[in-house]
């Protein structure tokens, strides 16, 4: 039933609930008109519609010749005649932005010069009506079937009221999968009425609908979700097209009853008899205002003289309904009704909304992938950026290995004033997607700091692989690929599949479709290795760590463009980017600054987007308190003071979140004067964040994160950068709350809608951009999770959230051997118009090297678990499920159970436990090239019911089977007796000076040219 169209899915107004037994015509009138009909004119429609078969295919001008050789019979009322000029109109049960294939198809006839007088409308009027549909049945027997039907798939409390009545109802149920018949041409199916009429005194029949050439139904979908239009245009631009018009008469009441709609008279006792021949001459159909025209036109089976009655309850509806919905129509259309009797009333009519795409543009702007080693599995990322709550072994497939997360983008058409008008997709568009992923992380220059910062002003960094004279053998670049359709998937040419490093063939991805030919991008497998054996670690470059030579990984980015035709024609796109990640191992985790928050603040300072004007404490205020606490989970730092019973829990502690959302208010005794009890508590917490304005390194102050210029010596640092500041906009929010000049209130309910198709249609496209940003990192840049420093730069951005692209005729950037500040920086140099491959070159390669040593306390003296990087994304200090199941356990005691819950364990533990003694933190970096995929993920799971001393929800480490037992080995070696703890912090003896050495080489700024 995915093409009937059911009137649930389109906006309603709220009307009496309809009475089917008392009177279920006026009730489906009520229905049908008033809240369906109706509701669509106050949504916007414009013009008004038909509440049903309101997808035209095209209106054409014709004869109705009844034959000469009629036997004398049959000749009754109309079929006295000789022959009446017709206008007929094409259409599918199912609405305009929809695909045509498997919908139901309708053909309105309209006579003219015909006899009178009419039993409908004005007695004089000599056109007559016909309605005929692609079925020979219609769903329901009778009005109050209708009734009953119509109101349950209305039935808002009910969602499975339809459902229910169609158990109930098996007969409907087959007629409506009857009726999605993939129709080839409108004019090559035949049309029945379905209901009886009169034939004369005492006599019925049924009309039948031939075509003169009958064609078979299709077997695969059309790319054009217009096709039947498009077949209907260019076959009576081409020849003349004949329909034979035919009658059944009703020869044994028995089995062939008057109001029972879903049975079909037997053709063997009563066979259809020809009686006239609609003829529809060669025409285009196009031509100006014929298409308005039959628009115009309103058809009721009831505008027939009395010899050809409409027969039974459901045709009786039929008169009330399509009456009401005709005036309801034209007088919002201000149309003539018919012959008017009166003028069109006077009506507060809703604004007419330009429905006419001008452009589309591809959504979300920049996408997200994420590598991961199971074979086939995947999930989609998240399209709003409500946190999707989901267990642990989601994000693994049967085997215990790492689903890749796909990026689905989508497409959204606009009108002339940059007003959304639908989304666009195989139902209402022809789509041909192309995506370009590249590799090129080892042609180009090694990663050492962040290039925008006052210190790296002397910085020169030297390329990857210097001794590589042919640079494209370290490029992987398989080049672009398209895919179009509906559910496709694994077909030739949608794989990354032939690009090379260094004659090493590195698949990066694939493309599919979803079932409304959506893309889907998904990125590599984690695969990163050196062709021909060699260490991560080149001791003769101070700045080996996340350069290695002779490496790949399959990380990767490109654009994502689209070819889409409406109704046969071109129209614009704008592309989006896609970028291919490491591992998300806290996907619940949203980081203290978001990439869409560093996007944000980009497209404000450049005038991209203007500056807030006001500033609410739940929406901009209270995540910025909120995301410290959700970092309990994977650092023990920030649970000892920020986490569950800490000293600062904001999201947990509501006696605390209610004094911080407390805005002020007007005294009752004077209201000159301002209530504000706990200003002096806001102006604290606002004292405790460090602003980006600082000109000294202060550590002690939040948030407790690394910032770009930190090189390894946290106590003697001086620099303002070495960890993260507060950046402008976030800061002006804090202010604004400091003052008092906020949107006060908190609710701890409020979220999100967690799917798209719960927000406004108008909403989608920008909850699009921020969802797949939103749940990435941006600083510390070192480089960073998955992209790095030049995301803050607005040289890149065409408009917010989207990159400016390079177009094959741009001249291509080339920067010799070696890269500064100054040549990074320039207006010509590397920041502007981006090709494939441009946004993960800058990152660490491989990517696993990084991830394995970005950790936290670096200082130990200063603190084992403080200040960290990217804990959001790669957690450092984990809460085990051994430890869960403690804390679960009602019958071990009260301090067991607290020592439990605020036990953490490293992260990195496995990685670490991989290195003997005596061996260097590089066989830690190949551990990870070798088993990111088993490493754990932290994910959500209950916490005790009603009890103070936890939360209600916890974020428990989870393990692949097979890592279970290593973990369990691991505790019980601990547990024995003289033997050491567990590690819980990030570094195990001789860890510390490795990774402070490896950024104070990295201070060096070395450009010396390498293997």
Request: charged share 25%; with cysteine; net charge negative.
């Amino acid at each position: 039933m995915k093409h009937f169209q059911s009137p649930s899915a389109t906006p309603q107004r709220n009307v009496t609930r309809a009475d089917c037994a008392e009177d279920p015509i006026a009730s489906i009138k009520q229905m049908f008109v008033d809240q369906v009909q109706a509701g669509r004119i106050e949504a916007g429609q414009c013009p008004a519609m038909r509440p049903v078969f309101l997808k035209p295919h095209g209106v054409a001008r014709g004869e109705f010749v009844i034959r000469p050789d009629l036997p004398e019979a049959l000749r009754v009322g109309l079929f006295a005649g000789t022959a009446y000029p017709a206008w007929v109109r094409f259409s599918s049960d199912t609405l305009p932005t929809r695909n045509d294939w498997e919908t139901t198809c309708g053909i309105g006839i309209k006579l003219f010069d015909t006899p009178i007088p009419k039993i409908f409308g004005q007695p004089d009027e000599t056109t007559f009506d016909f309605i005929l549909q692609n079925i020979d049945v219609f769903f329901v027997d009778t009005a109050r079937e209708f009734c009953e039907f119509t109101q349950a798939s209305l039935d808002k409390s009910n969602p499975n009221a339809l459902n229910e009545w169609l158990k109930a109802h098996p007969r409907t149920q087959e007629i409506l999968d009857q009726m999605e018949r993939p129709v080839a041409s409108c004019l090559g199916t035949p049309y029945w009425s379905c209901l009886p009429f009169a034939f004369g005194p005492e006599r019925y029949v049924k009309y039948k609908l031939e075509p003169a050439r009958k064609m078979a139904p299709l077997s695969v979908q059309p790319a054009d979700p217009t096709y039947l239009a498009r077949d209907l245009e260019r076959q009576l631009s081409e020849s003349e097209q004949r329909f034979t018009f035919m009658i059944q008469l009703r020869t044994n009441p028995e089995t062939m009853p008057l109001d029972a709609a879903t049975v079909a008279w037997p053709e063997s006792e009563s066979p259809y008899v020809p009686v006239a021949d609609l003829i529809l001459p060669k025409q285009d159909i196009t031509r100006r205002g014929q298409p308005e025209y039959g628009e115009n036109m309103a058809w009721n089976i009831w505008r027939v003289t009395r010899e050809h009655e409409p027969q039974g309850s459901i045709a009786a509806a039929r008169k009330v309904v399509y009456a009401a919905s005709a005036a309801l129509r034209r007088n919002t259309n201000g149309i003539p009704d018919g012959e008017p009797a009166n003028p069109k009333p006077l009506m507060d009519d809703p604004p007419c909304k330009d429905t006419r795409i001008a452009y589309a543009k591809v959504h979300p702007g920049i996408g997200i992938c994420r590598v991961g080693d199971a074979e086939t599995a995947f999930f989609l990322s998240p399209e709003t950026d409500q946190i999707q709550r989901r267990p642990g072994d989601f994000y693994r497939d049967e085997t215990g290995a790492l689903k890749r997360e796909a990026q689905r983008f989508r497409l959204y058409g606009y009108n002339a004033a940059g007003e959304v008008v639908s989304e666009l997709n195989s139902d209402n568009a022809d789509i041909t997607w192309t995506v370009h992923l590249v590799n090129s992380k080892a042609d180009w220059f090694q990663f050492v700091t962040a290039m925008d910062i006052p210190e790296t002003k002397d910085l020169v960094v030297s390329r990857r692989n210097p001794k590589v004279q042919d640079r494209s053998i370290l490029i992987i670049d398989p080049g672009p690929r398209s895919i179009s359709g509906a559910s496709v998937s694994g077909g030739a040419g949608q794989s990354f599949d032939t690009g090379e490093f260094t004659g090493v063939k590195v698949p990066l991805g694939s493309l599919r479709t979803d079932e409304k030919g959506r893309l889907i991008v998904l990125g590599g497998h984690g695969k990163s290795a050196s062709p021909t054996g060699k260490s991560l670690v080149n001791p003769g470059d101070p700045n080996w760590f996340n350069n290695s030579n002779d490496w790949y990984d399959d990380t990767s980015d490109g654009p994502v463009t689209a070819e889409v035709r409406i109704n046969g024609e071109r129209i614009p796109v704008t592309g989006g980017w896609c970028v291919v990640t490491p591992p998300n191992y806290s996907p619940d985790t949203v980081g203290w600054r978001t990439m869409y928050d560093l996007m944000t603040d980009t497209a404000i300072e450049a005038g991209m987007m203007k500056v807030p004007p006001r500033t609410s404490f739940q929406r901009d205020v209270l995540p910025q308190l909120a995301r410290m606490s959700n970092l309990q989970w994977v650092n023990k730092g920030f649970a000892a003071f920020f986490g569950a019973g800490g000293a600062m829990d904001f999201q947990t502690d509501t006696a605390l979140l209610g004094k911080l959302a407390m805005a002020p208010r007007p005294d009752p005794a004077d209201p000159s004067k301002q209530l504000d009890p706990y200003r002096e508590l806001r102006q604290n917490l606002y004292n405790s964040f460090r602003p980006y304005t600082l000109t000294v390194n202060d550590p002690r102050v939040w948030p407790w994160i690394y910032g770009d210029a930190f090189d390894g010596e946290l106590e003697t640092d001086i620099s303002p950068r070495t960890m993260l500041a507060v950046p402008p906009v976030q800061l002006l929010h804090l202010q604004r709350w400091v003052a008092g000049n906020f949107e006060g209130g908190y609710d701890p309910s409020a979220a999100t809608p967690a799917s798209l198709d719960d927000l406004p249609l108008a909403e989608q496209p920008a909850m699009l951009d921020k969802a797949a940003i939103f749940f990435c990192l941006a600083d510390a840049f070192h480089p960073g999770c998955e992209m790095t420093w030049p995301m803050r730069h607005a040289t890149l951005y065409c408009e917010p959230y989207r990159l400016r692209v390079a177009s094959p005729e741009d001249p291509t950037l080339t920067f010799g051997s070696t890269l500064n500040q100054a040549q990074a920086l320039a207006p010509n140099g590397p920041l502007t118009q981006q090709s494939p491959g441009d946004i993960t070159r800058w990152m660490g390669l491989p990517w696993q090297g990084d991830t394995a040593y970005c950790r936290a306390g670096y200082s130990p003296s200063y603190d084992e678990f403080l200040p960290t990087f990217w804990p959001a994304r790669v957690p450092n200090n984990v809460l085990t499920e051994a430890d869960y199941e403690i804390v679960m356990d009602p019958n071990k005691s009260r301090e067991e159970r607290l020592t439990a819950f605020n036990r953490r364990v490293s992260w990195n533990r496995f990685m670490d436990e991989a290195r003997r003694p005596g061996e260097g933190p590089e066989v830690v970096m190949q551990e990870m090239v070798k088993t990111f995929g088993a490493q754990g993920l932290v994910a959500r799971v209950p916490g005790p019911k009603d009890d103070p001393d936890f939360p209600e929800v916890m974020y428990v480490e989870t393990l692949p089977q097979h890592q279970v037992k290593v973990a369990r080995l691991m505790m019980a070696k601990a547990t024995a007796p003289g033997a050491a703890p567990q590690q819980e912090a990030n570094f195990r003896a001789g860890d510390h000076e490795f990774r402070r050495a490896v950024i104070n080489l990295r201070s060096r700024r070395g450009d010396k040219n390498q293997e």
